[in-house]
């Protein structure tokens, strides 16, 4: 009897010990950030003064402070911003205190619903209108929908599916999500954010990692300018193989990143949430999608401006840039 215990605590435990471990290697298959990521800022611009951030974290928020968005808080944190995370809703005497809020890919509870109350979008609305700055980034589905009662206030629609585009896309990794913008292709427009304060700053090479398209009001800048060939689908698809023939519909004359001024405020908004982060993807996942150990994606992947781009969108909004 003793002995039929022993045999099935030793299975349960043997079948304990394989589910932990595939949980372990599934974790350690997906993104993480890149801790060898280099934040340094050589010459900060805020040296004396240091514009505050609040940084929310009380939507659900796919990337945080201390995940996803981590070498972000880090690389304008080394740049002289102050970061806060914030753990309540949007409130007017808490936006009252800070000079940008920046949302990184929030979420509801339930698919398809907004991620913030019409009384939210309201407070965040006043306080852009009031001279505040807002950094949106809403990524490809399910975000767009979480995040669209909020960036109508403004008058920027969002998609809400997968954009991609057959002739601007990262054909090594062979994601005809990964887009380039590039000035070559006159896929950056003239502004201050991807000009920077001197020719040291240009912003001349960006590459994102499958997002949404956006449409801006009359106005708007659209910094990140999708070409004609863009296509939004309703379905993800990581491989330019296996897009069917006539699959989605034109994404001509939108976006991935707008900048707008609204009342005595400025708003970017991104269509795409990687671009400023600096992750890894490993494992049996790296393998798939690109047969490679290890793949960069953000401010990592080399031969990028992406970086430099982080940069000028907070100048810009911190009002370093007109």
Not at 24 to 31: A, F, N, P, R, T
Not at 61 to 79: A, Q, S
Not at 130 to 145: E, R, T, V, Y
């Amino acid at each position: 009897m003793l002995q039929k215990k022993l045999i099935r605590l030793a299975l349960i435990f043997f079948l304990f010990c394989s589910f932990f471990i595939g949980v372990i290697e599934k974790v350690l298959s997906q993104q993480v950030f890149d801790l060898n990521f280099d934040a340094r800022v050589a010459r900060p611009t805020y040296i004396n003064e240091h514009p505050k951030v609040l940084f929310d974290e009380a939507h659900l928020n796919f990337h945080t402070t201390v995940g996803g968005y981590k070498p972000f808080v880090e690389l304008i944190t080394h740049d002289g911003y102050q970061v806060t995370p914030q753990k309540d809703k949007f409130q007017t005497k808490i936006l009252a205190n800070y000079d940008i809020l920046v949302i990184a890919n929030a979420l509801s509870t339930k698919e398809g619903l907004t991620a913030f109350t019409n009384e939210e979008c309201d407070v965040v609305r006043n306080w852009v209108r009031n001279g505040g700055s807002l950094l949106l980034i809403a990524d490809h589905a399910p975000f767009g929908a979480a995040a669209e009662n909020l960036s109508m206030r403004f008058g920027v629609q969002m998609s809400k599916g997968f954009t991609i585009d057959m002739s601007h896309y990262d054909t090594e990794s062979g994601n005809p999500g990964w887009l380039f913008f590039t000035r070559d292709h006159k896929l950056l427009a003239t502004h201050p954010i991807t000009q920077g304060r001197n020719v040291t700053e240009w912003i001349n090479r960006v590459l994102t990692f499958t997002g949404q398209s956006l449409k801006g009001p009359d106005g708007s800048i659209a910094f990140l300018r999708l070409a004609d060939t863009a296509v939004d689908l309703k379905q993800r698809i990581s491989k330019a193989q296996a897009l069917p023939p006539n699959a989605g519909v034109s994404a001509a004359g939108k976006a991935q990143g707008i900048a707008l001024q609204y009342g005595k405020g400025r708003v970017v908004v991104l269509g795409e949430a990687a671009m400023l982060s600096a992750q890894l993807i490993t494992g049996p996942v790296a393998q798939q999608l690109m047969g490679k150990d290890v793949i960069q994606m953000g401010m990592n992947h080399a031969g990028l401006d992406n970086r430099q781009l982080a940069l000028n969108i907070m100048h810009w909004l911190s009002k370093l840039l007109n």
